[in-house]
């Protein structure tokens, strides 16, 4: 028989568990990574929200210019009425959805044999985090041509009562006479001729 292949059997203790110094070290380091990044993941989830709504709100009125020229007719955007389908007077879109219809009256209200082409929902349905408005209470139409009628501008941030907050997570959004739109800084106070 051989003895160097002879196992040694030790004797197993019980299991090792956390002492209180350990279990104390680690929940100060955790509170130390958290402090550092929680500042860090709201401005995040902050900012994605906004590139989120600034997107989809420039993906609309390309849609909507590029149906205007495809149906050869007037298509309008407007924020939706909250009881009805006809668009609502405001210059704060934030809480209502926003609809893209052809307007084939040409009267700027969506009603009978008009075509709701596209609803976009309400980008803060509370109110409370972000806003979206309007320069001037008004429809935004294309014509056939993919014109605008009017140049619109809107501001889209993040409501605080901090306003360097507002500056620094807000865009303005210039849609031109052309029909081109323009992301620029939340501090614009009017959109060049582009």
Request: proline letters at 2%.
């Amino acid at each position: 028989m051989c003895h160097c292949c002879v196992l040694t059997s030790r004797s197993t203790s019980a299991a090792r568990g956390v002492t209180l110094i350990e279990l104390l070290v680690t929940i100060s380091v955790l509170a130390v990574l958290l402090t550092i990044a929680l500042p860090n993941l709201r401005d995040f989830v902050v900012g994605n929200r906004l590139s989120s709504n600034v997107n989809g709100f420039i993906g609309l009125v390309n849609y909507a210019r590029s149906e205007a020229i495809v149906r050869n007719q007037d298509v309008v955007i407007c924020p939706k009425a909250a009881t009805a389908t006809t668009c609502a007077s405001t210059t704060a879109w934030n809480t209502l959805d926003i609809q893209v219809f052809v307007d084939a009256d040409g009267n700027g209200q969506f009603n009978t044999g008009d075509t709701l082409l596209k609803t976009m929902a309400a980008v803060d349905p509370a109110g409370t985090q972000t806003g979206f408005d309007q320069a001037a209470s008004a429809t935004l139409v294309f014509g056939s041509a993919g014109f605008a009628r009017t140049a619109q501008s809107f501001k889209v941030y993040a409501k605080s009562s901090d306003a360097a907050y507002s500056t620094r997570f807000g865009r303005t959004l210039c849609i031109s006479r052309m029909g081109r739109v323009r992301v620029a800084a939340y501090t614009l106070t009017s959109c060049p001729d582009f």
